[in-house]
């Protein structure tokens, strides 16, 4: 790389490596992308109790704290104080709306980037950046908002967020130079004055990490499994649980990785030894166990301004997919799979799409040359 095409970038973002979360792998995979395709990365975030010399060293990135320390949440399980943490929350984003002023404050100094990167969610990580680009003209040359999931067009939030977050929208979406979505159906969850500086950058994957088995394990009985959260207002498995729990005669077993405990746990005496829950992994041993299995399933979301980006490691397994819509099961192709046939496995095209190297590009060409 010549070194006038080398770009000075800072990631801002609450979660990063080692946490296992959507927007920690995106903020993860882009630091160390942006990295390896000679660029000077720098990644302010909340740090855990991590050390993070190994990575840094291994990936030529420096991660900075924006919290240090000053990080408040509310404890407790009385009914007073859940009550209290459920009226904060709602009504003024609390504790996560403390990371607007303390990103505001860690950005003060900073100058001089081609490129910041704030992802989100939470939003107020994009919002404490639209406040310290006010009072610091030298902050950065382009400021790329990435959004994972809408705002206020977020239909998977059980409670709607209260009308007045809507003004709080429009004032910060006249700030940032671009806008990111991962899919173009999400355009239209964000307002109409806005979407022309919207542009679709789709999650990205280190597909060199992906360790394809090289023979195949042969299961006594279908096994299949699931991978992510779950919700019964928009990614909801009841009736396809309900359709195994009636397969009386049939071996299996069912493997579901998700923190999602409510909506799953009900069927574990059901089912018995058929269904096993399992806590949430990193992704290398995630692929490695889902490429043991003979199927994977994707719960389809009943909206479409959000779509799971599970469906990309699933394809970089190789292995078929089971596409479920949670109001509408075929209960023919959920027998088909049971049987060895895949015929109507869900395809995920133009997969290079999803590479970081190209997603990286993407973000890159964002900027001035």
């Known amino acids: ?59 030529n990135v420096k991660i900075e704290d924006f919290v240090n320390g000053k990080w408040k949440e509310i404890t407790g399980n009385s009914i007073i104080i859940k009550g209290l943490r459920f009226f904060l929350n709602y009504f003024l984003l609390y504790p996560d709306i403390q990371l607007t002023p303390l990103v505001k404050k860690a950005l003060k100094n900073k100058s001089a980037y081609d490129l910041l990167v704030s992802i989100a969610v939470p939003y107020p990580v994009h919002w404490g950046v639209a406040l310290a680009q006010k009072t610091n003209e030298n902050l950065c040359k382009v400021w790329v908002a990435d959004c994972g999931d809408p705002f206020m067009g977020n239909k998977e939030n059980k409670f709607k967020n209260p009308f007045y977050f809507r003004l709080v929208e429009n004032w910060f979406c006249k700030k940032p130079d671009y806008i990111t979505v991962p899919i173009k159906e999400a355009i239209e969850a964000y307002p109409s004055f806005c979407r022309g500086k919207i542009k679709v950058i789709p999650q990205g994957f280190n597909f060199e990490e992906v360790n394809t088995p090289d023979a195949r394990v042969e299961n006594p009985y279908p096994y299949f499994a699931y991978a992510g959260n779950l919700s019964k207002d928009i990614r909801d498995p009841s009736k396809f649980l309900e359709y195994l729990c009636t397969k009386n005669d049939k071996k299996f077993k069912f493997i579901i990785y998700t923190k999602s405990l409510s909506v799953v746990e009900p069927y574990k005496h059901r089912l018995g030894y058929k269904l096993e829950i399992r806590d949430y992994v990193p992704r290398e041993r995630l692929l490695d166990d889902l490429g043991n299995m003979d199927f994977l399933v994707n719960i389809e979301n009943t909206n479409h301004v959000q779509s799971p980006s599970k469906l990309i490691d699933y394809a970089l397994t190789g292995k078929p997919v089971l596409s479920i819509k949670p109001h509408n099961l075929n209960t023919q192709i959920v027998d088909e799979f049971m049987n060895g046939n895949y015929a109507n496995q869900r395809l995920i095209e133009d997969i290079d799409q999803y590479d970081i190297k190209n997603v990286a590009k993407q973000f890159i060409s964002l900027t001035p040359y």
């Open 1 to 59: 790389m010549k070194f006038m095409d080398k770009k000075k970038i800072l990631i801002v973002s609450r979660a990063f490596y080692p946490i296992i979360a959507p927007r920690s792998f995106r903020a993860t995979e882009l630091a160390k992308e942006f990295a390896l395709q000679g660029h000077d990365v720098t990644v302010l975030t909340h740090k855990r109790d991590f050390d993070y010399t190994e990575f840094s060293t291994t990936y």
